[in-house]
């Protein structure tokens, strides 16, 4: 793990104790997304309240750090630039969540826009009793407004449906530190598979409930999607609703890591693209999951 601070003068980096000061922290891992950091960090600069952003490069080859670090100046951003080396989200994760200083925090995407009241919607959320972590739902860019309102009326019905599953990816995510910390955090000694992001909250509702709102949502960047899938089965997502209350870490550590072991959907499969590989199976934890 490697800290920039190179590029940053004493006076433009504000000490890491003086950002207990601060409400949020947001996690930004990135690999090779020099075309999307800059809108996504201009989005995140328009959010309300104070925060830091820590930027995560997963081991760029392009030039998607230079960029993260000149969105920020652009824009005034109380910023960390760190760079984890060991490929994939989770072990990215892991290292950003270790220089958290602030209460909450949140994961983000480096290809999703965030609109200005985000992170105080979901401040709003984990205010309430018992709430560990809140999650946001996805709209399409350019979405109208009845439709917004459409999607979050049928988003929050199906939340009360199945209120013990996460129905929030990672780019969309939201927790009390403490809690996520309690939990174990992000670990690929643990999960280094995809859909870290469903294991995360199973792991933290442990302890609370996950909130969601009607104004809690976030916009994919329009991409081209050039990989094969990364997704678990439609089997497997009904095996998850069925098995979510009463038998969570049977499903994940018996049943799901096991078959995404064998499809080789590890954490640093979310890296790939048809103009990039992937760096193969020595790069799965040592360890076994459990």
Request: glycine share 6%.
């Amino acid at each position: 793990m490697y800290l920039d601070l190179d590029p940053v003068s004493t006076h433009d980096m504000p000490r890491l104790d003086a950002r207990n000061q601060r409400t949020w922290s947001i996690l930004l891992p990135f690999f090779n997304e020099r075309d999307y950091l800059a809108a996504t960090i201009a989005s995140l600069a328009r959010q309300t309240g104070s925060m830091t952003l820590i930027l995560i490069d997963n081991g760029s080859t392009d030039d998607s750090a230079t960029i993260a670090r000149a969105a920020c100046r652009d824009h005034g951003v109380d910023y960390l630039l760190i760079t984890e080396p060991r490929p994939g989200k989770v072990a990215a994760l892991r290292t950003g969540l270790g220089w958290v200083r602030t209460p909450l925090v949140a994961t983000c995407d480096a290809d999703t826009l965030y609109p200005p009241h985000y992170l105080a919607t979901a401040e709003a959320v984990l205010a309430k009793p018992g709430r560990v972590a809140a999650g946001a739902y996805f709209v399409a860019p350019g979405v109208a407004n009845g439709t917004l309102r459409a999607t979050a009326r049928l988003f929050l019905t199906v939340v009360r449906l199945l209120p013990h599953q996460s129905h929030a990816g990672g780019a969309g995510q939201t927790f009390r530190t403490s809690a996520l910390r309690a939990a174990g955090g992000f670990d690929p000694d643990r999960w280094n598979y995809v859909l870290e992001d469903h294991e995360i909250i199973h792991r933290v509702m442990r302890t609370g409930t996950m909130g969601y709102a009607q104004d809690l949502w976030c916009m994919p960047s329009p991409r081209e999607r050039d990989r094969d899938s990364i997704r678990w089965t439609l089997f497997e997502r009904l095996v998850y609703s069925a098995a979510a209350p009463w038998a969570g870490d049977w499903f994940f550590y018996s049943f799901l890591a096991p078959r995404l072991r064998r499809r080789r959907l590890l954490s640093n499969r979310i890296r790939e693209r048809q103009y990039q590989h992937l760096e193969g199976p020595a790069f799965a934890s040592p360890h076994p999951v459990f």
